[in-house]
């Protein structure tokens, strides 16, 4: 797989990607919640797009995941008890990471962490945090095989999804 910056022109089929990942996981396991043209907005793309944070992953030229890697973790952020000491500027948060339920099991949102890990490190950040919303047991299993420390459980609150318990995680970039 080849993983880069999404281009501009990519903003419609990145919509289209993520809107045919949240009907085809309607009612099923991997259901997290996400809602067409909610989350992740349209608005949410442009300015991942323009700041150049959005990434998108291809097999043989057809879109297979993407991920948005920035440093803005919800205002909650600041509440949990991370073990990496560091300022806002010291880490990165993995943000919207999808797949493609046609390519479930291919190893595909592993090699995209694998990805964010390898930025961080190039960006000499200290740590990479995410949440991960109660009850989406793939996403928490694949960050903990692949080093991330479960930190706590928190409240949150997202427009698309109300107020839910999210799982807190963090990985020490070395």
């Known amino acids: 797989m080849n993983i880069r910056r999404a281009r501009w022109e990519e903003k419609r089929p990145i919509r289209d990607f993520y809107n045919h990942l949240?009907?085809?996981n309607a009612g099923t396991i991997h259901d997290i919640g996400w809602k067409?043209?909610?989350?992740?907005s349209e608005e949410l793309l442009r300015q991942a797009l323009e700041r150049g944070e959005l990434y998108?992953?291809?097999n043989n030229g057809v879109l297979v995941c993407?991920?948005?890697?920035?440093?803005?973790?919800?205002?909650?952020?600041?509440?949990?008890?991370?073990?990496?000491?560091?300022?806002?500027?010291?880490f990165l948060v993995i943000?919207?990471?999808?797949?493609?339920?046609?390519?479930?099991?291919?190893?595909?949102?592993?090699?995209?962490?694998r990805f964010a890990v390898d930025t961080a490190r190039q960006r000499q950040k200290k740590a990479i945090r995410l949440d991960v919303i109660e009850g989406n047991?793939?996403?928490a299993?694949?960050?903990?095989?692949?080093?991330?420390?479960?930190?706590?459980?928190?409240?949150?609150?997202?427009?698309?999804?109300?107020?839910?318990?999210?799982?807190?995680?963090?990985?020490?970039?070395?």
């Open 22 to 24: 949240i009907i085809k």
């Open 36 to 40: 067409v043209d909610q989350y992740p």
């Open 56 to 58: 998108v992953g291809e």
């Open 66 to 90: 993407v991920m948005i890697l920035n440093s803005r973790g919800g205002m909650e952020y600041d509440t949990v008890h991370w073990k990496i000491s560091c300022g806002r500027d010291d």
């Open 95 to 113: 943000h919207a990471l999808g797949v493609a339920p046609e390519e479930f099991g291919k190893g595909y949102a592993r090699q995209m962490v």
């Open 137 to 139: 047991e793939s996403a």
């Open 141 to 174: 299993r694949l960050y903990l095989e692949e080093g991330f420390e479960f930190i706590e459980n928190i409240k949150m609150y997202y427009a698309v999804t109300g107020e839910r318990t999210f799982g807190m995680y963090e990985y020490r970039v070395d």
